[in-house]
């Protein structure tokens, strides 16, 4: 669930960008992992999906595979700018309508890196979701716009945004068991791979014709509820773990100057980087500063991780959903 200080600072970056172009924004092309996944994954034989309850349960559709109770990022922005929210690309709404739209790449599970993710299931890691986009540009929008002009101007007028890298860490740098990224590079060597393999991949979305960029730094990935819990397991009261922290924070300190060289470097585009760590950061330490309360509960459910350890092992079958905050486990059918 999108908290409302973190909507709000999303919501003035887009305004200051869109101002800024003195444009009306023509659609929302969007490319990311489970935060930004609307549906993409529901058909796919994953754990990483969430179109059952109590996904949903604020959503005026219900569960339709948003990791969130209701609204996502990607919908308040929408919402905010006045425009139809984009349909799961991989969804039964993706062919519905005459006019672009936009569309929801996002998947699950997904990375930057190809491999990331897939110990769970297959995914649209952020080679195969930039690919979709190119399958847009070139087969899609031609249909629905006339003309390479038509098609130039709606892309122009397009946001895109795009938040994904944390998987990389959390289910791939950090899961030696399932990964040998760990032993082949050392952290600044990963997060430099990242950084390029995302810069490469936003520089071929303005190649396509993507001229405005919103790009989210990796939040605190030391401060999911199930990482800390595996930290805790023993009595401890660490609220955050500080080493997960750490890999995270290299990778956003290489991120700022990736972003201002593209910005530089490419004309007439407009990148802008949300700020995401130190927000959620504040909002774990300081929940009451934002209105929000911390519950602690006595049984913590590590759905997720005893799910990895036994793929690894007899790939048991146990079908697992991951939402920020709390970890659901239903039979597979």
Do not use: W
């Amino acid at each position: 669930m999108a908290t409302k200080p973190f909507s709000f600072l999303v919501l003035l970056c887009i305004s200051l960008l869109t101002k800024s172009k003195a444009e009306h924004v023509a659609a929302l092309y969007v490319f990311g992992d489970s935060d930004l996944d609307n549906g993409n994954n529901n058909q796919k034989p994953t754990l990483a999906k969430a179109n059952y309850p109590p996904y949903g349960i604020d959503y005026p559709e219900g569960a339709t595979g948003r990791f969130s109770n209701g609204f996502t990022i990607a919908d308040y922005l929408a919402e905010f700018l006045d425009i139809c929210q984009p349909p799961a690309f991989m969804g039964p709404m993706a062919t519905a309508g005459k006019r672009p739209r936009g569309y929801d790449y996002a998947s699950a599970s997904a990375g930057i890196l190809p491999e990331t993710g897939t110990i769970v299931g297959p995914n649209l890691n952020l080679t195969e979701q930039v690919r979709l986009f190119r399958k847009t540009v070139e087969t899609i929008l031609p249909q629905r716009l006339k003309t390479p002009e038509a098609i130039s101007r709606h892309l122009s007028s397009s946001v895109f945004l795009v938040s994904i890298g944390g998987n990389d860490y959390s289910v791939n740098y950090l899961l030696p068991q399932a990964s040998n990224s760990s032993r082949l590079y050392n952290p600044d060597q990963f997060a430099e791979l990242l950084i390029n393999q995302l810069g490469n991949h936003l520089q071929e979305m303005y190649r396509l014709g993507g001229r405005n960029f919103v790009v989210f730094e990796i939040g605190p990935i030391g401060c999911l509820p199930t990482t800390v819990a595996l930290q805790n397991i023993n009595g401890t009261k660490t609220q955050c773990v500080e080493k997960q922290n750490d890999l995270v924070s290299n990778f956003n300190a290489k991120l700022a100057p990736k972003i201002n060289h593209l910005t530089s470097s490419l004309q007439h585009s407009t990148f802008v980087l949300v700020k995401t760590f130190d927000l959620v950061l504040g909002l774990v330490e300081n929940p009451s500063r934002y209105g929000l309360k911390i519950r602690e509960t006595r049984v913590v459910l590590l759905a997720i991780q005893l799910e990895l350890a036994f793929r690894i092992k007899d790939r048991a079958k146990t079908e697992t959903a991951m939402c920020f905050g709390t970890e659901l486990t239903k039979p597979m059918l």
